[in-house]
C-alpha cells in the first residue's frame, strides 16, 4: 500500500465515523505510524510503499481513532504551550482554554522572583509543567486525588526535565491544604454537570475519566479552599464551564476576593475566572 492510498483509505474511514477533521487525522496518524515520514513531507512522497511493520502500526491508529478513542491518546502525546505531554486515559487532555488559565496565571506572579504555586488537580502535569517552564522561578506544588493521573504527571515531569521545582502530591481538598501558603493557586476543576454528560462528544464521554470531568461542586471547593492556602494579595485563577463563569465570579465575591474578572478563550467564550485574596 503507497501513502497516498493508505491516506485516501483512512481518511474515508474517519469520515464515516464522524471524524470532521478526518483528513488532518489521518495525516497525523500515518505520520506516527511511519516513523521516518514527516506530515509535512508526505505529500512528496505518496508513491511510497508502506512497509509492513508501518502499515500495521497505521491500521491500528485508524482502528483506535474510528472507535472514538481521542486523537490525543492514539498519539500518545500532545502539544500544550511550548510542551510536548504525554497523554493517555489517566487524565484528562490538555485544551487550548487551558492555556489561557496559563497565561493568566503567569501574569499574576510575573514580578516576584521565587512564587509558590498550587496547582489542584494537575492531571498529566500541563498547567504545573508550563508555569516552571515559563517562569524560572517559580516553584510549584501540583495536586491530585488520582494516583494514576499523578503517575502520568510524574512521566511528564521526567520527560520536559523540568526537575526540582515542580512537587507531585496525592491530596484532596478535604483534608486540607496544610500550613503552607501560596502566592497562586491555580485549578482546571471539574466543572460537567452530571446531567452534561451524555450531550459530550463520546471522544470526552466515553475516554477521558469521569473523575476530571463531572463538577460535584469542584469549582467552589477549590475557591473555598484557596482563601486558607492563599498569603494575602495572592491570586486565584480559576477555568470554567462556558457559560458558568458569571456564577464562579459571584461565588468569589462572596467568599471575599477582590479584583474578580473573567478572561474569554480564544473563542471568545467566558472562561477564566481569577480574584485577589486580601486575607
Do not use: K
Request: overall charge negative; charged content about 30%; some cysteine.
Amino acid at each position: 500500500m503507497t501513502l497516498g492510498d493508505a491516506l485516501a483509505a483512512a481518511s474515508a474511514r474517519l469520515a464515516e465515523a464522524g471524524i470532521e477533521s478526518a483528513r488532518l487525522e489521518a495525516e497525523l496518524l500515518l505520520a506516527r505510524a511511519c516513523d521516518d515520514c514527516a506530515r509535512a513531507l508526505l505529500y512528496a512522497e505518496l508513491d511510497r510503499e508502506l512497509n509492513e511493520e508501518q502499515e500495521a502500526a497505521f491500521e491500528a491508529n485508524v482502528a483506535r481513532r474510528v472507535r472514538r478513542e481521542p486523537l490525543a491518546y492514539v498519539l500518545g502525546e500532545w502539544g500544550f504551550r511550548r510542551l510536548t505531554l504525554r497523554t493517555d486515559r489517566r487524565a484528562l487532555i490538555p485544551r487550548p482554554e487551558t492555556e489561557i488559565v496559563v497565561e493568566r496565571a503567569l501574569e499574576h506572579i510575573r514580578d516576584r522572583t521565587a512564587p509558590e504555586v498550587l496547582d489542584v488537580g494537575t492531571g498529566t502535569g500541563a498547567i504545573a509543567l508550563a508555569i516552571a517552564d515559563e517562569h524560572e522561578g517559580a516553584r510549584v506544588t501540583a495536586i491530585d486525588v488520582s494516583p494514576d493521573a499523578l503517575a502520568l504527571a510524574r512521566e511528564n515531569l521526567e520527560l520536559t526535565g523540568i526537575n526540582g521545582r515542580v512537587r507531585l502530591l496525592e491530596q484532596d481538598l478535604t483534608s486540607g491544604l496544610g500550613e503552607a501558603r501560596f502566592d497562586l493557586v491555580v485549578s482546571n476543576p471539574p466543572y460537567v454537570e452530571p446531567d452534561e454528560l451524555e450531550t459530550l462528544q463520546p471522544e470526552v464521554r466515553d475516554w477521558e475519566p469521569h473523575i476530571a470531568l463531572v463538577a460535584r461542586g469542584a469549582t467552589e471547593a477549590v475557591a473555598r479552599a484557596a482563601t486558607e492556602a492563599l498569603r494575602p494579595g495572592g491570586w486565584l485563577v480559576l477555568e470554567s464551564a462556558a457559560g458558568a463563569a458569571e456564577r464562579v465570579r459571584d461565588a468569589l465575591d462572596e467568599l471575599g476576593y477582590e479584583g474578580v474578572t473573567i478572561t474569554p478563550d480564544l473563542a471568545g467564550r467566558d472562561r477564566v475566572v481569577e480574584g485577589r485574596w486580601t486575607g
